[in-house]
């Protein structure tokens, strides 16, 4: 099973600042990764898929790189909505996920 | 327009059973496989397995072989899940997920719609 490690556990940061979180893999998933973000109460959303492609009506704000093992989100400015977790989720193998970074606001 | 609306909290014991359901509406049914996902209480998300709306098909996570089945019933566009030999680790939200790929017979293993959750609590 390929395990998926984020980091930072908890991210501070304020509105109009550049967010960048980290997922790595414990072997290499190629490009088959996604992010999701979720607040709370609610559903995951899904954001980014294959590493790099945006889904459906998500702002230009929200862009995913890498491949193999190390991945990276980034929000370049951050909304107030932004604020929340946010998971990867490879499929490579079998799904997994992350275990989360929260962002919060400062 | 695109939903996934799933059946209402449930309690039980353990060593019982849960059946949750997952109704479709706006998109056609059999054109994306729908999966199950779980949170538990540590936040943790964990796949539990698929259904393919159009035949039937399932796959499931190795951990929940023998006691999860998913099926589905076209004629009102819903997938269930029905888990059994319940235990205290059970006790999650459950997620239906419609699968990104629009093709017929095709996933990716990407979730681009979700069901609000169904709370299951498994509590002697």
């Not at chain 2, 943790?44 to 039937?56: A, D, M, Q, T």
């Amino acid at each position: 099973e390929v395990a998926l490690t984020q980091s930072p556990a908890t991210l501070s940061l304020s509105p109009g600042e550049r967010a960048t979180l980290s997922c790595r893999a414990t072997e290499s998933v190629g490009h088959l990764l996604a992010w999701y973000q979720q607040k709370r109460g609610q559903a995951p959303r899904l954001l980014i898929y294959d590493a790099s492609k945006r889904a459906t009506g998500i702002p230009a704000r929200f862009s995913g790189r890498g491949s193999g093992t190390d991945f990276t989100l980034t929000i370049s400015s951050l909304e107030p909505e932004d604020f929340a977790v946010y998971y990867c989720q490879q499929r490579h193998d079998w799904p997994t996920f992350g275990q989360g970074t929260r962002l919060e606001m400062k | 327009q695109v939903q996934l609306a799933q059946s209402g909290a449930e309690v039980r014991k353990p060593g019982a059973s849960v059946k949750v359901s997952c109704k479709a509406s706006g998109y056609t049914f059999t054109g994306h496989y729908i999966h199950w996902v779980r949170q538990d209480r540590g936040q943790r998300l964990e796949w539990v397995g698929w259904i393919n709306p159009k035949s039937g098909d399932t796959n499931y996570a190795e951990r929940f072989e023998g006691r999860v089945t998913m099926t589905r019933d076209t004629s009102i566009n819903t997938v269930y899940m029905d888990l059994s030999r319940l235990r205290s680790d059970d006790t999650a939200v459950y997620y239906c997920a419609r699968d990104l790929c629009p093709l017929t017979n095709c996933y990716y293993f990407y979730m681009d719609v979700w069901g609000k959750g169904t709370t299951v609590t498994v509590s002697s």
